[in-house]
C-alpha cells in the first residue's frame, strides 16, 4: 500500500521557527531534498527527520557577581528593603520578612501568559530567577527572594525594578477594584 503525503513546505518551516534568511533556505533545501526521497523510506522516519532539533552550542556561564544567585550575596537590611520598596509599590514584603511579591489579575489568559513570558526574558536576562505562580486563569503572582542567602537581596529588588517595566494587561474589574482600594486607604489617611 503506497501512502501520499503532502507538505506544505512553508507551513513546516513556519512550524521550526526559522528566523534567518539564509537558515529558512537551507531548511528549504533539506525539506525538498528529504519529500524528494519520500517513496524510500517510511513516514515516520521523514517526520521524525523533518522535526529533529540541531544541538545549540553550549553558552558561557555568567560570571559570578553581586547580583548572581548565590549564598555570598548579602541580605538587604531593612532600612535599605523600607528605601526600596517606596520606589516599588506594587510589591509587597511577607510577614518575616524574606520575600517579595507582586499579584495581580490579568484581563485573560493570553495577557497573563504574554506577561510571564516576557518577565521569563527579563529574569534569564538578569540572571536571577523568581518564582511564577499562574492561578485561576488570570491570577499571577511574582514571589522574588534569594533562597541561597535566605531572604532579599540586591538582586530581588533589582530584578522586581525590572519586573515593573514589563507591560501587563490588567482585568479592568482588578483596576476598578484597586483604585477603589487606595482611594478608601488615602481616605483613612486624611482623617
Not at 1 to 12: G, K, P, S, T, W
Not at 146 to 172: M, N, Q, R
Amino acid at each position: 500500500m503506497r501512502m501520499e503525503i503532502v507538505f506544505d513546505v512553508a507551513e513546516l518551516l513556519a512550524l521550526r521557527g526559522r528566523a534567518h534568511k539564509r537558515q529558512r533556505e537551507r531548511e528549504k533545501e533539506r525539506a525538498h531534498l528529504l519529500l524528494s526521497t519520500f517513496n524510500r523510506c517510511a513516514p515516520a522516519d521523514l517526520l521524525t527527520a523533518l522535526f529533529q532539533k540541531k544541538k545549540k552550542k553550549p553558552r558561557p556561564l555568567l560570571p559570578k557577581t553581586s547580583l548572581n544567585n548565590n549564598s555570598d550575596t548579602p541580605l538587604l537590611s531593612r532600612a535599605d528593603l523600607d528605601a526600596r520598596l517606596r520606589s516599588l509599590p506594587a510589591w509587597r514584603l511577607s510577614p518575616d520578612g524574606t520575600l517579595l511579591s507582586r499579584e495581580f489579575r490579568a484581563k485573560n489568559f493570553a495577557a497573563a501568559v504574554a506577561f510571564l513570558s516576557a518577565a521569563a526574558d527579563v529574569a534569564e536576562a538578569a540572571g536571577h530567577h523568581p518564582d511564577f505562580h499562574l492561578t485561576e486563569w488570570n491570577r499571577v503572582r511574582v514571589d522574588a527572594t534569594t533562597h541561597a542567602a535566605g531572604g532579599i537581596t540586591l538582586a530581588d529588588a533589582s530584578l522586581a525594578a525590572k519586573l515593573d517595566a514589563v507591560p501587563v494587561v490588567y482585568s479592568p474589574k482588578w483596576l476598578r477594584e484597586q483604585a477603589a482600594a487606595a482611594a478608601a486607604k488615602e481616605g483613612e489617611g486624611g482623617r
